[in-house]
């Protein structure tokens, strides 16, 4: 019966947002009109979704949602917002690199060791100056488990995480956009790279490790995102209207 019911409540939202509840994923291209109705739709979830199995995940609505409405100021009522965010994790198999075991030294049997690569979030968003802004991050968890024997002979298994995270930013300019170098250079935790083919492209790169925090993650992708736009002279900011 409260399965019927919570079906029920799921059946209601957003495809967005039942993605995101049922596969932990989500791919979407939509106009901002349309990201605001699959933002409202998660804001009701808690109201009618209890049951900690439908949750939304954490990264969602900490990281997805902020950064969502942040490019629907900045993206034409015409314009399109792509979003695609894969929430299940690093441990999913397709994710997992080969193991590789090496010999202990002592106590320490022996070290077992593996890599996951995560691309968990990739936006596209055609801004209303004409360029299109992409954003990538991905996570690279390196996985240690190790085999040690204490003073009484007792086998242990212990494994250990390290994250670090790379958030790229690349914004393709229209043809008519100059690029300028900006009076301040760069933080050095930031690599920017501008390409010049038919449409230039200022790229923005940086390495975090260990991964920033979830209340802090946001910030760190809008600071990467900011970059390329000091390689381009001002222009006055034109925002969404009701």
């Known amino acids: 019966m409260f399965w019927r019911k919570t079906r029920a409540a799921i059946e209601r939202f957003h ?3 039942q993605g995101l509840i049922l596969q932990r994923t989500a791919s979407a291209t939509l106009p901002p009109a349309e990201w605001d109705a699959v933002v409202a739709s998660l804001a009701r979830h808690a109201e009618t979704v209890k049951r900690r199995k439908w949750r939304i995940p954490d990264r969602a609505v900490h990281v997805v949602v902020p950064l969502i409405r ?3 100021e900045d993206v034409a009522p015409n314009g399109a917002i792509g979003i695609t965010a894969d929430l299940r994790g690093p441990k999913v198999p397709e994710k997992t690199g080969p193991s590789q075991r090496f010999p202990g030294r002592g106590r320490v049997r022996s070290i077992t060791e593996w890599f996951a690569q995560d691309p968990w979030l990739t936006a596209r968003a055609e801004l209303r100056d004409g360029s299109v802004l992409e954003l990538a991050v991905t996570d690279r968890v390196r996985y240690r488990k190790i085999h040690k024997v204490n003073p009484r002979g007792k086998h242990k298994h212990k494994t250990k995480t390290k994250t670090v995270q790379r958030i790229t930013a690349r914004r393709t300019l229209q043809p ?6 900006p009076d301040t250079p760069p933080p050095p935790s930031l690599a920017v790279r501008v390409k010049s083919a038919k449409r230039t492209v200022v790229s923005a790169t940086t390495k975090l490790g260990p991964a920033p925090a979830l209340d ?3 910030q760190w992708i809008l600071a990467v995102a900011t970059e390329p736009f000091r390689w381009t002279p001002p222009t006055a900011p034109v925002r969404r209207t009701a």
């Open 15 to 17: 495809p967005v947002h």
């Open 70 to 72: 942040v490019l629907c």
């Open 176 to 181: 008519d956009q100059n690029v300028r170098r």
């Open 216 to 218: 802090d993650q946001v």
